[in-house]
């Protein structure tokens, strides 16, 4: 079941959710909440780091270490002079959110992260895949965004409402926390 914005604000000041800093009215759907570009740096992976290291192009998905291979090899996308970042044309980046959400297990209580239609329809997927936000998840979450439009993309830090948060009820307590290595992650890397 999908809480309504008002379930959403009840459950905020119950203690089953936690968004921080707290949403100002004109973030709230219907049905979701808006969460906005944090402040940290858009990072990209850098392909002349990946070469100069004479690293091999493959990555085995069920032998590496994200914050291994983010340390190494993603760098900053520039920040404009006006503190934005410019999304180009067919790009990928990695971002974060401004808030910090808890989903405490006694809250039972998950979400989705979805993208917004209005940048979606610039050509901007967010959050490509793996949308789910577990019961027991606590932190900023990580964004995988692709330009897929013909425009460059002016993102606002803190200003630009990036994603949506879809909350949904879930039918009983964990038996046990959620063990990822994202749990109280601060930046992309998923350092804490």
Same mark, same amino acid.
């Given at each position: 079941m999908i809480l309504s914005d008002r379930d959403i604000q009840d459950s905020l000041s119950k203690g089953r959710l936690g968004i921080d800093p707290v949403p100002k009215a004109d973030q709230y759907s219907p049905s979701a909440v808006d969460l906005r570009l944090g402040d940290d740096a858009l990072k990209q992976w850098d392909p002349e780091l990946v070469e100069q290291a004479g690293v091999e192009n493959t990555v085995d %998905? =069920? &032998?590496?270490?994200?914050? =291994? *291979?983010?340390? &190494?090899?993603?760098?900053? *996308? %520039? &920040?404009? /002079? =006006?503190? /934005?970042y410019i999304v180009p044309p067919h790009k990928f980046v990695l971002a974060i959110t401004d808030e910090v959400v808890d989903f405490p297990l006694k809250g039972k209580l998950a979400a989705r992260v979805e993208g917004r239609s209005s940048i979606a329809r610039l050509g901007l997927t967010v959050h490509i895949t793996a949308p789910t936000i577990h019961c027991g998840f606590r932190g900023r979450i990580a964004l995988e965004m692709f330009n897929l439009g013909p425009f460059h993309l002016r993102l606002h830090p803190k200003k630009t409402r990036i994603c949506q948060l879809i909350i949904e009820r879930v039918t009983s307590e964990p038996r046990s926390g959620l063990k990822s290595a994202f749990v109280d992650q601060r930046n992309v890397g998923g350092r804490r």
């Open positions: %998905p =069920d &032998r590496f270490k994200f914050g =291994d *291979l983010a340390r &190494r090899f993603l760098k900053d *996308l %520039p &920040r404009q /002079s =006006d503190g /934005s």
